[in-house]
């Protein structure tokens, strides 16, 4: 399902529509261009999740942590060279936790993401602010219609 965005609340309000129907242990994997709004994303996801805590890229640290009842984990690949990488950062622990797992950059470490909940964010070359947003989770997300 494709949804349209036009400013940084909506795709905020889009990620919180979808937090509310993740269950703990779901993997979000984002595919798009920086500035394309993954991080905006996750701030709805966080909001939809009970988490108060201000969500900040997580580009230089590799994973952000957010607790709540379930948590939030957010990853940044783009500085992973290999899904090897993810391993040593113990990603099977992050795993385990129970949490809902958000990553930008997902392209980076695919293979470790084949069963991933995808994302795509395009920008809507006609309009600053307009995105497109693919979720690829079937009939499961398809009416989290603005
Ligand atoms: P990414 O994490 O993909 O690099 P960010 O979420 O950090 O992107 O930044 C997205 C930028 O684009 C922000 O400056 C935001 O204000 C702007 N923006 C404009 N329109 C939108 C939109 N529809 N959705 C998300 N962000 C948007
Ligand atoms: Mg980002």
Wanted: net charge negative; aromatic share 8%; charged share 30%.
């Amino acid at each position: 399902m494709t949804y349209l965005t036009n400013g940084p609340e909506e795709t905020e309000a889009l990620g919180e529509r979808l937090a509310r129907r993740l269950e703990a242990g779901a993997v979000v994997a984002y595919t798009g261009d920086l500035g394309a709004g993954k991080t905006a994303f996750t701030r709805g996801l966080a909001r939809g999740l009970g988490i108060e805590d201000a969500v900040t890229s997580p580009t230089y640290t590799i994973v952000n942590e957010y607790p709540g009842k379930i948590p939030l984990f957010h990853f940044d690949m783009y500085r992973l060279s290999s899904s090897e990488d993810l391993f040593d950062i113990g990603w099977e622990d992050y795993l385990a936790r129970g949490g809902v797992i958000a990553v930008e950059w997902s392209e980076r470490v695919e293979d470790v993401l084949e069963d991933a909940l995808k994302v795509v964010i395009h920008r809507d070359p006609e309009c600053d602010d307009g995105r497109c947003i693919t979720i690829e989770g079937g009939e499961a997300y398809a009416d989290l219609s603005l």
